[in-house]
């Protein structure tokens, strides 16, 4: 529940003095000439079902929400009936981020404009070291292709067949298909990674239903209620199906961490667990198990570690947001292809090198 406005003490309810009249759901307060009109825990009507006003505060005509259900840099626009994200908050993954925060939520190589998560760019014949998300240099990752027996010569890059991309990870590369790609916002079409569909405060976007899906309800009592099974679902896929791109796409860009071959397709399997003790949202934190589907063997230990992160990379919104768990925790088993697709090979420049 969130709080707003310049006098705090608007939120909170005080004896009435001995003789009067205590108020109800509504009143006013005449001081000067001016008269203060409120409206205490009563929902506006035609709000959504997840965002609602608890106090309404009007000055002559101007009025503004003091008192709502909106989660953590988001406040209530009484013009639209909505949780809308504060000056200064962009709206990620149905919470209300900092850009610093949005950057972080996007991952190594990325960072967030207005579009959602976009590519870092480095020169002509650079490229992304996914391991720490800074442009290397093109000698340095001609030293990666000599590492891995590939000779690229004068007028050449180290590069990938169509329909796959190049990833440096340290001292090692590989090609993957361009669905092992997809940024945290984003879904697989298909044919190619294409962004989510923006959901209002409150909702995300679930790419099996197809459809936005609201996980976080106001109360009239308590704080903003997050259905985190809901949201686990969504974020990260249904329990026994395949996982989101968004999700899968975070350590699947990385098929060496896997000891996959070129060439080799594994299938990963992964059960996410979302505890949050005493119920806060705030204290949440993510564990991961991650085995081949086939065998049902541990992945590698630098597999695993990948897994990790990008399971908590996809909740850090949620956590950022803050609120009240409908339960003590929220798991999800999914499964992840990834695929080694071909070795890095040398390929025209582009760009004048």
């Not at 406040?75 to 950057?103: E, M, S, Y």
């Not at 923006?198 to 899906?213: E, H, K, L, M, N």
């Amino acid at each position: 529940m969130r709080l707003f406005g310049p006098d705090p003490s608007l939120g909170q309810r005080t004896p009435a003095p001995a003789g009067s009249t205590r108020l109800g759901t509504a009143g006013r307060i005449v001081a000067g000439a001016a008269t203060l009109a409120f409206a205490v825990v009563a929902p506006l009507a035609g709000c959504r079902g997840g965002d609602m006003c608890f106090l309404k505060v009007c000055v002559g005509k101007n009025c503004r929400c003091s008192l709502s259900s909106c989660g953590e840099g988001a406040g209530f626009d009484i013009q639209q009936n909505r949780c809308r994200c504060l000056k200064g908050h962009i709206p990620v993954a149905g919470q209300c981020l900092t850009k610093p925060d949005a950057d972080a939520y996007c991952g190594l190589g990325r960072h967030w404009e207005d579009s959602g998560c976009a590519q870092d760019t480095c020169r002509p014949g650079d490229e992304i070291d996914q391991r720490t998300g800074l442009c290397v240099p093109r000698e340095q990752v001609n030293q990666v292709a000599s590492g891995m027996g590939v000779s690229v010569g004068q007028g050449e890059v180290l590069g990938c067949p169509e329909g796959t991309r190049l990833i440096v990870d340290g001292p090692t590369a590989a090609c993957v298909p361009l669905s092992q790609t997809c940024a945290p916002d984003e879904t697989w079409t298909g044919q190619a990674c294409a962004k989510s569909v923006r959901c209002a405060t409150g909702s995300i976007w679930d790419p099996q239903r197809g459809q936005c899906v609201q996980y976080a309800q106001g109360s009239s009592s308590d704080e903003l209620l997050i259905d985190v099974a809901s949201w686990v679902t969504a974020s990260y896929g249904p329990a026994g199906g395949t996982g989101t791109a968004s999700f899968c796409s975070g350590f699947a860009n990385k098929p060496l961490s896997f000891g996959i071959l070129e060439g080799s397709t594994a299938v990963v399997r992964v059960a996410i667990t979302l505890a949050f003790p005493d119920r806060e949202i705030a204290k949440g934190v993510s564990q991961t198990v991650s085995v081949f589907d086939a065998s049902g063997n541990p992945v590698p230990a630098k597999g695993a570690a990948d897994v990790d992160a990008a399971a908590r990379q996809i909740a850090t919104p949620l956590i950022l947001g803050g609120g009240r768990a409908s339960a003590q925790s929220a798991t999800t088993t999914v499964k992840c292809p990834v695929t080694h697709a071909a070795k890095p090979r040398p390929v025209p420049a582009v760009g004048g090198i």
